[in-house]
Every structure is written in structure tokens, then in C-alpha cells.
């Protein structure tokens, strides 16, 4: 699977808008793009995925860069319980559907 | 809402014992993951079960780790001889065919 890269940490302030960035210049054009998150001592949750146009749920927005090379989760009001590890994804969605984490994003939201 | 279970949540163990822990996918989940995951970084796959059929063990350490899904629904990881290094979270996960994975809450494993 092609490679991430994210920053290691962020902040952000409660009730205000989030933007977490990711790098994959090396994705192919079958590759989706997901987002878990880990809040601590939990297991990941999935957040959101896409392929090429931006994505909205209840959780987040996906925003996909047009040549898809970067992609930025936002959060559209950070609250304390979204403080958490952010993991950005590459998946072609094989037969094996296998998920390769990096290290991700940690995101502190301050009060 | 149906959730992945694991058991149990902590482990504490001796070098040289065996381990082993539990896991029981959301009903109906075909696909099951144990992953690894040392403090500080992302899970690693150990291990893939499409039914009860292994179809990715390329990071299992086949010395001393194994698994098992014997009826294709709860399966086991063991770790005989348990070593320092062993020491970190084992998740699991399932999901229906190409589909989203459910985590579990993991297993703290602590190898004294």
C-alpha cells in the first residue's frame, strides 16, 4: 500500500474548526483514502473514506485534493472528546481490504 | 449496537509462560484482524481470517504466535513462549467482506 505522511501532533481549541492534513503522492488511482481515530485506551474507530470527491458524514468532511495526492479531515466544531490519534489510510480495496497504520496524528483540544 | 469482544482486557505474565486471548467478531463478520500495537505507534496486522481460513499471516511470528478461527466466528490468539517484547495491545477486528473494520478495546499485554 502507498505511503502517508501526516504530522506527529496538533492542537486545536474547543468549539472551533479542526483541519488535519495528509500527504500521499505516491497513491494510485484505486486507492481510497480512510480515516480511523483512536481514542486512548480504545481500539480505532473508523471515521470516513473516499475516493476522489469530498465526503460528509456525521462525524467529519473529507476534503480530496483534485490530483489526490493530499487529502484534510476536518472536524467542523472540535470538542474534548475528539482528543485522539488520527490515522490517514490508503486502501485499493483488494481482496484482503488490509489496512496499514502509521503512526497518525495526535490532536490535543484544549478547553 | 454490536461491538467486537475481547478478553481478557489486561494480561500480566512471566517471560517463557503461554498467553492466549479471545476475541469474538460482530455477528455475521466474515473477515476477522488481530493486530499489534507497541505504545507510540499504529496497529500492525498480524494475522487476516476470511471465514476460518487464514489469508494473511505474513507477520505473525509463526515460532511462538498462532491463531485460530476454528468454526469461522470467536477466535484465539496464543503466544508460547511469551517473550519481553511481546509486551503491547492486541486488537481485533472484523468486518463484512471490503468493508470498514470494528475494533475491539484490546488486550494490554505486560510481560514481566
Known amino acids: 500500500d502507498a505511503k502517508t505522511t501526516q504530522p506527529n501532533s496538533m492542537e486545536s481549541n474547543e468549539e472551533e474548526p479542526v483541519h488535519l492534513p495528509c500527504n500521499h503522492s505516491?497513491?494510485?488511482?484505486?486507492?481510497?483514502i480512510h480515516w480511523y481515530r483512536q481514542l486512548p485506551s480504545q481500539g480505532p474507530e473508523y471515521v470516513i473514506h473516499g475516493l476522489t470527491s469530498n465526503v460528509n458524514n456525521r462525524m467529519a468532511s473529507l476534503a480530496i485534493a483534485e490530483d489526490r495526492k493530499s487529502s484534510t479531515l476536518i472536524l467542523h466544531r472540535a470538542t474534548l472528546r475528539d482528543a485522539a490519534v488520527y490515522y490517514c489510510?490508503?486502501?485499493?480495496?483488494?481482496?484482503?481490504?488490509?489496512?496499514?497504520f502509521g503512526k497518525g496524528t495526535l490532536l490535543t483540544v484544549n478547553p | 449496537e454490536a461491538e467486537v469482544a475481547q478478553s481478557p482486557r489486561y494480561k500480566i505474565t512471566e517471560k517463557s509462560q503461554a498467553v492466549a486471548f479471545w476475541c469474538d467478531p460482530i455477528s455475521g463478520h466474515a473477515t476477522l484482524y488481530w493486530y499489534r500495537q507497541i505504545l507510540g505507534q499504529g496497529p500492525e496486522l498480524l494475522v487476516q481470517f476470511q471465514d476460518e481460513s487464514v489469508v494473511d499471516d505474513s507477520q505473525l511470528p509463526k515460532d511462538r504466535f498462532s491463531a485460530e478461527r476454528l468454526k469461522g466466528v470467536d477466535s484465539t490468539l496464543k503466544i508460547q513462549p511469551a517473550e519481553l517484547g511481546d509486551s503491547a495491545m492486541y486488537l481485533c477486528?472484523?468486518?463484512?467482506?471490503?468493508?470498514?473494520?470494528?475494533f475491539g478495546p484490546g488486550t494490554r499485554l505486560t510481560v514481566l
Open positions: 489510510i490508503l486502501n485499493s480495496g483488494g481482496s484482503n481490504y488490509k489496512l496499514t
Open positions: 505516491t497513491i494510485s488511482g484505486t486507492d481510497y
Open positions: 477486528a472484523s468486518s463484512s467482506l471490503r468493508d470498514t473494520q470494528y
